[in-house]
């Protein structure tokens, strides 16, 4: 019905960049929010950024001023570019989103299969 792909994840030195894309596919007639979360070996799961329909976004602390969430809503598109990241951002990142489907009623959270990004020090 629907599917969320995600691209963009590797092995990068600390300091350096990636970004992260996240494509959504299927049966949607309105995404509502999309977002980021990750989770590291051993840690549950954490947010890592959220962003709303109207384009209103939310950080976790950890990632304030590195990281920027964005999205193209004809493309059902979520985007993060990571910057200065560090050994602490290792973790596998998965995309979120609450959508509206054309085949049921109600808000549906669909997850990302995941993409690891790994960074070196």
């Known amino acids: 019905q629907v599917r969320l792909v995600e691209s963009g994840g590797g092995l990068v030195q600390a300091g350096g960049s990636l970004r992260l894309s996240c494509a959504a596919s299927?049966?949607?007639?309105?995404?509502?929010?999309m977002g980021w979360y990750r989770q590291a070996p051993g840690k549950q799961r954490e947010l890592v950024a959220v962003i709303s329909s109207d384009m209103n976004t939310n950080y976790a602390d950890s990632v304030k001023g590195r990281f920027t969430i964005s999205r193209d809503n004809a493309k059902k598109t979520v985007y993060l570019q990571m910057i200065s990241l560090k050994p602490e951002d290792t973790a596998v990142y998965y995309c979120?989103?609450?959508?509206?489907?054309?085949?049921?009623?109600?808000?549906?959270?669909?997850w990302g299969q995941g993409t690891q990004v790994t960074v070196s020090s």
């Open positions: 299927g049966s949607i007639l309105r995404i509502n929010t």
């Open positions: 979120n989103s609450r959508m509206v489907l054309t085949i049921r009623p109600g808000e549906y959270v669909s």
